[in-house]
């Protein structure tokens, strides 16, 4: 399958889904299942519907990418929807012409293929470890992740669970981490209050705790101010933000000289997402100095590699 284009698609928020007994059902009574057969137990059914799917959206892009734009606007067809779509049970028959639990389940299916981008399942991290569910409530809106959370909190000493979010929340990603300090300090009572007061003291990891908590106390040091710059601007890049706002959680309403200066020291924090924000100063900055100080960072960013390596 082709690219759904040629730009990250912004992270997505979670989805519900029945069981697979429901969507296995769905695939029985779809259009298409007295030509094509699904035949098996219900895993077997969608693995084979799967397949399927793959192969009749594979054929015709337009399909694929009306699919994916059902989803992505969840808005109803206002003509009736292609017959490949409604035979294989992925649009309903009749007014609403709205993608149907299959179809919701096929264009997730679709997205993490053609953009690499694992759309969450409500209620399916209840068993997960703490880096898997910090990684996938990073796009959930604050009713789904308290819902998610607490699903996952089920069988969990509270402490306890605080604890393993925060060992691991120096090792995700700059969004994943976002997501573990607010838990932590939000959601998870007095137990995460102490597991994040714990991490204060950190290196670098605690600096870009107290910027997010606003700890006045614990002001970063020199070398960890462009550690907890290039953190804080990454979270926003990986959740799809607009390159203005990345710009400007650096920014900090300097002027272009002072935020040329500000952009000539991220080289030296060796974030592994500096790069990236660098790239985004370089391509979408309006004022030149700045865009050059992010290209010379950028190339010293790369000396400072090799001498490393």
Not at 224 to 240: I, P
Not at 269 to 283: C, E
């Amino acid at each position: 399958m082709s690219s759904y284009d040629d730009y990250t698609l912004p992270l997505q928020p979670p989805v519900r889904l029945p069981g697979e007994a429901t969507l296995a059902a769905a695939v029985r009574a779809a259009p298409l299942a007295a030509e094509l057969k699904p035949e098996g137990d219900d895993a077997a059914v969608l693995a084979a519907w799967t397949q399927h799917c793959r192969e009749r959206l594979a054929a015709d892009e337009g399909l694929l990418l009306e699919l994916i734009r059902m989803y992505l606007s969840r808005e109803p067809l206002k003509d009736a929807a292609p017959e490949t779509l409604t035979g294989l049970g992925l649009v309903r028959q009749e007014e609403p012409y709205t993608l149907s639990w299959l179809g919701l389940w096929a264009a997730r299916m679709v997205i993490a293929e053609t953009t690499g981008q694992d759309i969450p399942v409500m209620g399916s991290f209840a068993d997960a470890d703490a880096a898997t569910l910090l990684h996938a409530l990073r796009s959930y809106p604050r009713a789904e992740r308290a819902e998610e959370l607490e699903g996952w909190l089920k069988g969990r000493e509270r402490a306890a669970a605080a604890f393993e979010i925060a060992s691991v929340i120096g090792e995700v990603s700059p969004l994943s981490r976002a997501v573990g300090v607010e838990l932590l300090g939000s959601s998870l009572g007095d137990e995460g209050r102490l597991a994040l007061s714990g991490l204060i003291g950190e290196p670098r990891l605690g600096a870009v705790i107290a910027a997010r908590v606003g700890r006045e106390d614990r002001r970063p040091a020199p070398e960890e101010l462009a550690w907890v710059l290039v953190d804080m601007a990454a979270a926003l890049l990986e959740f799809g933000g607009e390159t203005g706002e990345v710009i400007e959680s650096v920014a900090m309403g300097m002027d272009a000289e002072e935020q040329a200066g500000t952009i000539a020291i991220l080289a030296f924090g060796d974030h592994p997402w500096t790069a990236r924000v660098l790239r985004v100063f370089i391509d979408h900055h309006p004022d030149e100095r700045v865009s050059a100080a992010a290209r010379k960072a950028l190339r010293r960013l790369h000396g400072l590699a090799d001498l490393r390596a």
